[in-house]
Every structure is written in C-alpha cells, then in structure tokens.
C-alpha cells in the first residue's frame, strides 16, 4: 500500500516477491541499485507463505523495517530464524506491533494508519506453541486513509468471527478477506489434507456460518476474496460457485488487483 505512489508499504513477504515486484512498476523505482519502492514489511502472522520472501529482500542497502507482533517475531528469531539470517545480510529494524486498540503508522507513508485486530486462528505448525494459541499469532488490520477518509480490513487468515472482528467489518469501506477454501471439507474431499479449513485456521466461504453469510451482513461497498488456495472452484470464472459469489456481490482478487481509494 502506498499514498504517495513511491513509497510502499508490504504487507506479507511471499516466497515470489521477486516475480510481483518485476511484475509491477511501481515497486520498480530505479533511485539505485538493488532499489525498491519497498519501504517497510507488515507480517500478518508467522506463516510460511508470509514470511519466506523476506529472505528475496535480503540485498537491500540499509536494515529492513519489519513490523510484527512479539509472537511473530519470536518465531521468526527462534523457530523459523529468518531474522538471524538476515542479519548476515542487510539486518532488521523490528517494530513490536501492541494489540491495545492503539492505531499505528509507518512511515513514509503520511496519510494511512493502522491498528492490529486479533484474530481467531493458529500459529504456523512449526511455532512451538502451535497448539496454544496467542492473541498475536495472527492479526486483521484496520487501514484508515485519513485523506479519502476510507477504511479497509484485511484479514487474509480469518478462522472464526468474534466481536472485535465483527466490528472493525462492519466500520470498512473494503473488506479483503479470507477465501482459503469454499468448504470446510475441500482439502479432504480432494484428497489433499487430512483437515478441514476450520482445523487449519480458516472460514469456508460456504455452509452455515461461513464467509458468504458474514459478508451479507456488512455494509462495505467492496467485499473482496483473498488468500485463495488453488484446490478452491471459486478460481475457475465459469464455476457455479464463482456465480455464486456474484450473485451475492462478492468479488475474487487476482493478481495485480489495484485498489484506489
């Protein structure tokens, strides 16, 4: 996200990074070598697919500002020690993200806070304290646009609605949320897992409960599927299930999905 259009903040590292950012100008500055317009990272959680792109940004010219809660950085300097590696290459700048209901900025960027929103889900299968879940394991985020006066709520890793969650939905103009699987017993009936979205940290779009009922209810003028596992039909365009999706006002996000608000 960005507010001035050169300066960016990244909100998860994924393992191709460097295909998005060859894929996108705008990241593609040019100021100097090994430049990007990257100009912090925001984890959302510990999880693999979140976090091992950091590892891309390793040949920057100066400490990688990486904003995180306790957990995600202690799994990060402990369990999965990207951190401590990349301390052999251009180093960290850790920011501790507090869950206190208190909005928090980055700069460079002017007009945008944040505030972390816990959320319902599982550290990463590796974190030692998998099975004992911990308020930061895993976070929404809250983005104000103090220009527009918009707000947006992401939350790529949503397993269950609680009442801060509801909340901070219905106060976004856009929502981008978790559409891992269409239902809860996708990954099983495919053959491709032994668990259900719900045992894996995520709402199913589908049956009673899931994120088609959720997104019903919320006034957002954008509702907007994220985080979406390949084995889901709502990928293919000519599915029932992606009709589905329309039928409700519900759109699937796709790469180089730009959003202005």
Known sequence: MSDDGINWVLVNASPDILVQIRATPALQPARAVRDTGIAAVLLMDAQI????GLLMLRERGTPLPLYATAEVLADLSQALPLTRVLGHYCGVEPHTLAIDGQPFSIAPLRDTTFLPVPLSSKAPPYSSHRNDPHPGD??????HDSASGARVFYAPGLGQMTDAVEAAMRQADVLLVDGTCWSDDEMITLGLSKKTAH?????PQSGPGGMIEVLA?????RKILIHINNSNPILREDSPERTELATHGIEVAFDGMDITL
């Open 49 to 52: 697919d979140h976090v091992t």
């Open 138 to 143: 895993n976070i929404g985020l809250m983005l």
């Open 217 to 221: 209810r919320m006034p957002a003028r």
């Open 199 to 203: 045992m894996m940290g995520h709402l």
